[in-house]
């Protein structure tokens, strides 16, 4: 999208407060800041807990200090997305006043025998879509869902390359808003961005699929997209993304050793001389970051040592 070639560099990175900081996040955020230093750019940490109940007490802290000692270095405050409900509320009813959106009270099971995309995503079959929109009230545990139509979005990811998805096809019309009334990520997700000025995002690649869903809603919304940079996801021996549910490590207590190792999973220069401290290491970074080295795939196997127990491993 075109925007005033006067807008400053801003990258944001965008924890879900889950649990603590493991390597597969590291990645993600040595290379949205590695980036954002390299252009003279701004950096913003922004908690994404719009998802209340899989928020973690002292997640958000032990998120916060990891970052700290591992050398980030932010702009402003910490922005939270669990106070930023107004603006969620608002764009949706820009959504509605635009009959974008429609109520859709489909039981989860219903849902569950919904096709598959070759994405590996149901799609939802347009169950409510007719009904929704004549009816004026809103059932109370319903789900707002957005119509997709016929769009096909098309962006360039910075690293990946040329993507396109026919929404209708690969994933029918989504939710918004969930039917126990907590707005969906990619809708807050969008706001935010929009809202904190972010010119472009750095992130895992287990979002790329995602980002048509989110420059969709910015179209709907009238907001600039931003450029899209998706880095591979760290992924464990067992071929899982790392993650709380796959037993991911926290990060050990000496940061270097895991920048090091984010650094070499994003295939980076190394320095000539090891560092003693993050700031030397993040001043090595500044310089030397190149996009052109990043590995153009979807994931990479993680160090073993820093990507805890697989899943297959422990018990389900
Ligand atoms: N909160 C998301 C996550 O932790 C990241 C969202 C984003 O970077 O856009 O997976
Ligand atoms: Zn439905």
């Known amino acids: 999208a075109a925007r005033p070639a006067t807008a400053r560099y801003r990258g944001r990175f965008a924890p879900s407060p889950t649990g603590p900081l493991h390597f597969g996040s590291l990645v993600a955020a040595v290379a ?13 940490l922004r908690i994404e807990d719009v998802d209340t109940p899989r928020t973690r007490p002292g997640a958000e802290d032990a998120i916060v200090r990891a970052l700290s000692q591992h ?6 405050p910490v922005v939270r997305q669990a106070d930023r409900t107004a603006m969620y509320e608002a764009a949706l009813a820009h959504l ?26 149901r799609v939802y079959p347009g169950t409510c879509r007719a009904r929704g929109a004549a009816t004026g009230t809103r059932p109370v545990h319903a789900a707002q869902r957005v119509r997709v139509g ?41 706001v935010d961005d929009a809202a904190q000025g972010v010119t472009t995002i750095v992130r ?27 880095v591979p996801v ?15 490590a926290p990060l050990p207590a000496d940061p ?13 220069p ?28 979807a994931m990479l196997p993680a160090p073993r040592a820093l990507s805890g127990t697989p899943c297959s491993a422990a018990k389900r």
Not at 32 to 44: F, H, R
Not at 204 to 224: E, K, V
Not at 234 to 248: F, P
């Open 32 to 44: 949205s800041y590695a980036d954002a230093l390299a252009a003279g750019g701004g950096w913003l």
């Open 71 to 76: 050398g980030f270095r932010w702009d402003g």
């Open 96 to 121: 509605t006043a635009q009959h974008a959106i429609y109520a859709c009270t489909c039981t989860r099971r219903a849902l569950e025998s919904a096709p598959l995309a070759a994405s590996g995503e």
């Open 150 to 190: 016929d769009a096909v979005v098309e962006f360039v990811d910075l690293l990946q390359g040329p993507q396109r998805q026919a929404l209708a096809s690969d994933v029918g019309d989504f939710v918004v808003r969930r039917a126990d009334g907590l707005f969906a990520y990619r809708l807050a997700v969008v």
């Open 204 to 230: 895992g690649a287990d979002l790329l699929s995602s980002t048509p869903r989110q420059i969709f809603l910015q179209r709907l919304l009238a907001l600039a997209t931003p450029y899209y940079l998706h």
């Open 234 to 248: 760290a992924i464990n021996a067992a071929g899982e993304k790392l993650s709380k549910q796959t037993h991911a």
């Open 256 to 268: 270097l050793p895991s920048l090091l190792a984010a650094w070499g999973f994003l295939q980076q």
């Open 270 to 297: 190394p320095p000539l001389a090891a560092p003693r401290t993050a700031a030397e290491f993040w001043a090595h970074a500044t310089r030397a970051w190149s996009r052109a080295r990043l590995p153009p795939v």
